[in-house]
């Protein structure tokens, strides 16, 4: 397999499961201003989305979308538990916590990575997100160490990639002590670890 990704970017979660289910892979950095590969050519002619993650699979097809790609390489690696069987009621946690953080997380941070953003947009834009985290906090309240408990999901490796978004976007997680707890014990990981390191990010 081929990952297509940024440092950093939502494509880490991706890579963090790569590396929780001892995968063998290759990355290919993509320049997200010109859209050009590492090793040269377009990224635009594999993925004409133009966005990070993009997964060549060992068949040559390529598959984007975060929810995607993670829920295959959770159901093609079940040894990994990184998602419960179809049919195990925990498994629509799984996917309502993904639901939740791309739709309510990911793409509310994304106008944070604009410089350009007016100091009045930045403020709504912190409180929609400290409202969307608060509900993530007091879950963490009421059992963790992660998201559904006491195992290591998919969902858990988009909200670590996503909360490491707050310290390039300069926004204080203190309010969120759970949040803090959670996100200690998920970049403890040995695939974590090994996941910021190839991302140049440790
Ligand atoms: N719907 C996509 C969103 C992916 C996305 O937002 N990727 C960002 C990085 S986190 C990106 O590549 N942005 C650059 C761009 O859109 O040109 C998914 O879930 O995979």
Redesign the pocket.
């Known amino acids: 397999m081929k990952l297509f990704y940024?440092p950093g970017?939502?494509?880490m979660s991706v890579h963090i499961a790569l590396n929780e289910i001892g995968a063998t892979y290759e990355l290919e950095k993509v320049d997200?201003m010109t859209k050009e590969l590492e090793s040269g050519g377009s990224y635009l002619e594999i993925n004409p989305k133009?966005?990070?993650?993009c997964l060549q699979l060992d068949n040559g097809e390529y598959l984007?979308?975060?929810?995607a790609i993670l829920q295959y390489l959770a159901d093609t690696n079940p040894s990994a538990k990184l998602l419960p069987a179809v049919g195990d009621q925990q498994r629509y946690r799984v996917v309502e916590f993904i639901s939740y953080i791309?739709g309510e997380l990911?793409k509310n941070f994304?106008p944070l990575f604009n410089p350009e953003i007016a100091d009045e947009a930045r403020s709504a834009t912190l409180e929609i997100i400290g409202k969307r985290l608060d509900l993530l906090n007091d879950q963490l309240g009421d059992g963790g160490p992660f998201l559904t408990g006491e195992q290591f999901t998919i969902a858990d490796a988009y909200l670590t990639t996503v909360l490491g978004w707050a310290q390039f976007v300069d926004m204080d997680l203190s309010p969120w002590p759970n949040l803090g707890a959670y996100a200690g014990a998920a970049m403890s990981r040995p695939a974590v670890i090994a996941t910021l390191k190839e991302e140049g990010l440790m």
């Open positions: 940024f970017a939502c494509s997200m133009g966005y990070v993650p984007t979308e975060v929810g791309s990911h994304a």
